[in-house]
């Protein structure tokens, strides 16, 4: 539905509450019902429920206009016409019977009037908690609740069939032949579908509760406070009601279910509602307040001293009020924040909630969290911000409350502050240096006093050194990234020569000596059996043949080729065959990971190996590859005669160890005893 046709028909329907409303009005106030019965004539209640009702269509109506697509702003039209139908043709017939007999339609309207009061116990019971707060049902199976209401609805037009149901006046449809199915069978059939159906529909509304987000608990909550004081009062009055007749107490409260239903339901869209009950709560309060001092003091002790000194006695207590509205005022005023709006706390506490904060934590993002927050608190803003400068650009550190639709990096020109659209933005500064700014966004219809203004500065010269610290911080660790970037291109570069190496050894010298070998083959073939050449040429074939293998090996150690095809495992038990130590190797599957990752922890293997041949003695080594923990972890163990590593210098071989790992984001460690053996061992996070 357009916004425009929305609108014009919500204000048709207000029109016409208006209109019926009016009429109800003359009827209850403007006739004279002496010799009417009790039954048709209007009460106090009646009267006083006319605010109710005119609360309940002008709140339908405005959800109509607002959401005209929820169901809950028709259903308050719906129950709030189901009222004015259970009393507006009631005063009707009374009206035309006993006061101008001759009136159309007085039966047909006094059982109208007997019909109307389903359509608004089923609205308000059933119907209402089934479908709050968006006019959705929870789930297609809580439709049998419908089915129920419809039945509930069907048994009462059944049972206005009865010809004795308007009594005293003639039933224009009665049929005779119903009358004892309509009272023996009807009334506790109807009990049972409704009070089932109204169980149900609670029933669904608390599962809506437990499975709803925040927002839709907390407009269940609005709902929940106005039904538990609508309880409330109501049970009061029947404790200590002793006369029989309706109370206006009761009507006059129910005016709290389509106030708390509005709010629930466009409190995100009717942003002023908010600073309405927070006034109202103020100046409710100060009127009550005034009004109850002037009752006890002007008329109970004027009436104790006399007439004659009331004047002056009423001068004094109003120079008293006018001496303490001021104080008052501001107590309320703290009442009604903390009402509305949640705790508040003073700028004393916030000043000291943040400082001790401070003292405690050394996360700078924690800092920044809990400064903000606690901005938020102690000026009840919407949202607080801290923003940061980096560089030429101002970026949001930390919000109080999620931001949707705002930017967060916004560029700075000649160094100042770029446009915030905040309700108040006071800049960091540290020793002259703009650092950031606190931003302050206020509920609509508040602005900022002067204490919070304040409070806001003096936030923000105790902010000028954590800002101070976050840029330090952040610029460190863009250093620290920069630097681990570094390490990583620089063993990344040194893996890539020593590919290239291995790769110019094999294709180059490697070949020329195959060739060379070839050669000298061909001319111990040429060469006479008995010649003394043919010894030496076989020799040279020898020869070459040795610096080939050699020359493998050392192709092997700069980088060996099974490692780039075939992975860690397989690189290191081919390297394991050709040591004469006692080593074998204990591997799971292992995932393959980038050539950086693998070489690096094949050569850290390969340095740990040389050490314990080296100094070890061991009478058995043994390699272990597995992951755990997101991490890719070798050990070499021996247990061999061991050394004090506190005692014992590091070697450039560790340092390059430990060095390769940390640059990869991974961690070294050794273990050792003196006669206890060796176990190193590094860790490297897995890769995709």
């Known amino acids: 539905m357009r916004a425009g046709s929305s609108f014009y028909l919500a204000a048709g329907i207000w029109i016409l509450f208006l209109v019926l409303i009016a009429l109800e009005s003359y009827f209850a106030f403007l006739v004279d019902w002496h010799g009417v019965p009790n039954d048709f004539r209007p009460t106090d209640a009646t009267r006083v429920g006319l605010l109710a009702v005119f609360a309940m269509g002008s709140v339908g109506a405005l959800v109509v206009w607002q959401q005209p697509r929820n169901r809950i702003g028709w259903l308050l039209t719906g129950v709030g016409l189901s009222a004015i139908g259970l009393e507006l043709p009631k005063f009707y017939a009374g009206f035309g019977v006993y006061i101008h007999p001759g009136l159309p339609a007085t039966s047909w309207s006094d059982l109208l009037s007997q019909i109307f009061w389903v359509f608004l116990f089923v609205g308000l019971l059933v119907l209402l908690p089934l479908l709050f707060p968006d006019g959705r049902l929870l789930s297609p199976r809580w439709r049998f609740v419908l089915a129920l209401a419809a039945l509930a609805i069907i048994l009462v037009l059944l049972y206005s069939l ?7 006046l003639h039933n224009p449809i009665g049929v005779a032949a ?19 159906g109204s169980v149900l529909a609670l029933t669904s509304l608390a599962v809506r509760f437990r499975r709803g987000g925040e927002q839709q608990r907390q407009q269940i909550k609005w709902l929940l406070v106005a039904v538990l004081g609508l309880l409330l009062t109501s049970t009061v009055e029947l404790a200590f009601s002793h006369s029989g007749s309706a109370s206006p107490v009761t009507p006059l409260m129910v005016i709290l279910l389509p106030v708390a239903i509005g709010i629930a339901i466009l409190r995100y869209r009717l942003y002023d509602i908010d600073l309405i009950i927070n006034k109202a709560l103020v100046y409710g309060g100060l009127a009550a307040v005034i009004t109850v001092v002037y009752i006890l003091v002007v008329v109970n002790i004027g009436a104790l001293v006399g007439g004659s000194q009331r004047l002056w006695l009423s001068l004094v207590t109003t120079a008293i009020i006018a001496i303490g509205f001021q104080p008052l005022r501001a107590r309320a005023q703290r009442l009604a924040n903390r009402l509305v709006y949640g705790k508040r706390a003073t700028p004393y506490e916030t000043l000291s909630q943040l400082s001790a904060h401070l003292a405690e934590t050394s996360s700078q993002d924690a800092t920044l969290d809990q400064m903000s927050r606690v901005l938020a608190e102690g000026t009840g803003a919407e949202r607080a911000e801290i923003w940061v400068r980096a560089g030429s650009r101002l970026l949001l550190a930390s919000s109080s409350s999620p931001v949707v639709d705002v930017a967060s990096d916004l560029p700075m020109r000649n160094g100042t502050l770029p446009e915030l659209a905040r309700d108040t933005v006071v800049p960091v500064s540290h020793q002259g240096e703009l650092l950031g700014a606190l931003a302050v966004v206020k509920k609509r219809g ?5 204490v919070e203004q304040k409070l806001v500065t003096d936030l923000a010269g105790q902010a000028g050194l954590v800002l101070k610290n976050v840029g330090l911080n952040r610029e460190l660790l863009a250093r620290l990234d920069d630097l681990r970037a570094s390490r990583q291109r620089l063993v990344a570069a040194q893996d890539e020569e020593r590919r290239r190496i291995e790769r110019d050894l094999h294709d180059g010298a490697q070949q020329n000596l195959v060739a060379l070998k070839m050669r000298v083959g061909l001319a111990e073939a040429a060469t006479a059996p008995d010649s003394r050449a043919r010894p030496i040429l ?3 074939k020898h020869d070459a043949d040795e610096a080939i293998d050699r020359l493998r090996e050392l192709a092997r150690g700069v980088y060996p080729p099974l490692l780039a095809s075939d992975g860690l495992e397989v690189a290191l038990r081919a390297h394991l065959r050709r040591l004469t130590l006692p080593a074998e190797i204990e591997a799971t599957s292992l995932p393959r990971q980038a050539r950086e990752v693998e070489g690096a922890i094949y050569f850290c293997c390969l340095e740990a190996l040389q050490n314990v041949a080296k100094y070890a003695q061991p009478s058995q080594v043994i390699v272990r590859l597995r992951t755990e923990a997101s991490s890719l972890v070798f050990e070499i163990a021996d247990d061999g005669k061991g050394f004090d590593p506190v005692a014992v210098p590091s070697s450039s071989g560790l340092q ?3 060095d390769r790992l940390e640059a990869l984001g991974g961690s070294f460690a050794i273990r050792s005893a003196p006669g206890k053996g060796t176990t190193v061992e ?7």
Do not use: I
């Open 446 to 450: 508040e602005t900022m006093n002067s």
């Open 538 to 540: 076989a020799q040279l």
């Open 682 to 688: 590094g860790r490297v996070p897995l890769g995709p």
């Open 162 to 168: 009865d010809p004795s149901a308007t009594t005293p």
């Open 656 to 658: 390059n160890m430990r």
């Open 178 to 196: 119903v009358h004892s199915f309509t009272n023996q069978v009807l009334p506790g059939l109807f009990s049972v579908v409704f009070l089932t």
